[in-house]
C-alpha cells in the first residue's frame, strides 16, 4: 500500500506545461484508499499555483506541473501527470473544494490509490 509520502510523489512526476483563470491553493489529503485494502486516514498537504496549461503543486518542497484536461466549462477539473515510468496521476478538484488524487502504477502489477480531501477556496 502507497503511504501518503509516497501518493505525494506522484504529484511531481510530469514536466511543467500550463494553464490559466485558476486560483492558487492550499489542499491537505485526508483519507488514502488502496484498491483491495480499506481506506486509512492520512495528513498529507499540498500547494497548487496555476502555471499556464494547469497547475503546479509542491509538496516537500519539489514542483511538478498538472496539465488540465478538463474543459474550461466542466463542472469539476481535472488534471493529469505521466511519468516515464508509467505512474500516473489524477487530480479532479469540485468546485466546493473537495478533491480526490489517484495514482497509478505498477508495483508488481497493477496498483491504483485515490486519496480525498479539500483545497482551501473554491475553484
Not at 503546479?56 to 516515464?84: G, N, T
Not at 469540485?94 to 478533491?99: K, T
Request: glycine residues 8%.
Amino acid at each position: 500500500m502507497l503511504s501518503a509520502p509516497r501518493l505525494a510523489l506522484g504529484l511531481f512526476l510530469y514536466p511543467a506545461t500550463a494553464m490559466a483563470d485558476l486560483p492558487a491553493m492550499t489542499c491537505i489529503l485526508t483519507e488514502n484508499c488502496a484498491a483491495g485494502t480499506p481506506c486509512t486516514e492520512t495528513a498529507l498537504d499540498f500547494d497548487l499555483e496555476p502555471v499556464p496549461g494547469g497547475y503546479a503543486a509542491s509538496v516537500d518542497s519539489d514542483w511538478v506541473s498538472l496539465m488540465q484536461i478538463s474543459p474550461p466549462e466542466a463542472f469539476v477539473k481535472s488534471f493529469m501527470a505521466a511519468s516515464a515510468d508509467s505512474v500516473t496521476v489524477l487530480l479532479s478538484l469540485f468546485p466546493n473544494g473537495e478533491l480526490a488524487l489517484t495514482v497509478q502504477e505498477d508495483i508488481g502489477g497493477p496498483h491504483v490509490e485515490t486519496a480525498f480531501g479539500r483545497c482551501t477556496g473554491e475553484i
